[in-house]
């Protein structure tokens, strides 16, 4: 009796390691801003160098640098100042900044969507269910927006403002808890956009848009202008480099 073959040895199925992420430009100038921070000792609330000198210094174009510094400003390492230049917030890691910016980029558009389902629906109910107080409310975040435009500002504070008093318009305890709660993830938002070129003053005519429908008590044409509006300032450079 013939012995049976023994059964061919197992060849194990090829191993390929995964694809790495493509690291864009702007995130490796926010990794290499953080990496300068961290070598020159900064702490929070010492001045970066203006933005012209800190793009020569990086060798990279302003218009890169300045999506970086938007990136940073985002996840809270700097922050803005109008009129003092952009400061150091806190000290990330440099090894976490990418993993910071990414996580920020691939949540953005889950955001846009919550933001306009909810402000949606309330710019239709403070059309409904406005106030005279709730009007003169508006108008103040508007006042104060323009302003600070006019100074050479992003009016990211009178933006805020004004989509708050929407919101308190809606007459909504429901409807404004949810916001609340999306609160710091929509300042994200509002600071990508508003940093864009000419965006500040795109959102405020949006905002004079639904002001207006919001006053002539008309609920369609305020979630329209609403819904026209989160359009227009969620098309941000994170998403176009994405």
Not at 97 to 122: F, G, Q, W
Not at 186 to 209: K, Y
């Amino acid at each position: 009796m013939t012995e049976s073959s023994p059964p061919p040895p197992r060849v194990p199925a090829p191993s390929f390691p995964a694809p790495l992420s493509r690291v864009r430009l702007y995130e490796q100038v926010a990794e290499q801003i953080s990496t300068w921070i961290a070598e020159h000792d900064l702490r929070p609330g010492d001045k970066l160098p203006p933005e012209r000198e800190l793009a020569a210094r990086l060798g990279v174009s302003r218009a890169t640098l300045s999506q970086a510094l938007v990136a940073l400003e985002v996840i809270g390492a700097v922050a803005v100042r109008h009129g003092d230049g952009t400061v150091v917030a806190k000290s990330l890691g440099a090894t976490r900044i990418v993993e910071a910016v990414r996580a920020h980029a691939n949540r953005l558009p889950e955001i846009i969507d919550t933001r306009d389902a909810l402000e949606t629906k309330i710019a239709a109910l403070a059309a409904q269910r406005r106030t005279e107080a709730d009007l003169q409310r508006i108008e103040d975040a508007l006042a104060g927006m323009e302003a600070d435009i006019e100074r050479g500002g992003r009016g990211v504070e009178g933006d805020e403002n004004f989509h708050a008093a929407v919101t308190a318009a809606a007459h909504s305890l429901l409807l404004s808890q949810l916001m609340g709660e999306i609160a710091d993830l929509i300042r994200e938002t509002r600071i990508e956009s508003l940093s864009q070129p000419e965006r500040p003053r795109a959102s405020l005519a949006g905002h004079r848009a639904i002001a207006e429908a919001i006053r002539a008590g008309d609920p369609p044409a305020a979630a329209s202008a609403m819904h026209a509006h989160v359009e227009m300032v969620s098309d941000v450079a994170v998403l176009r480099t994405t």
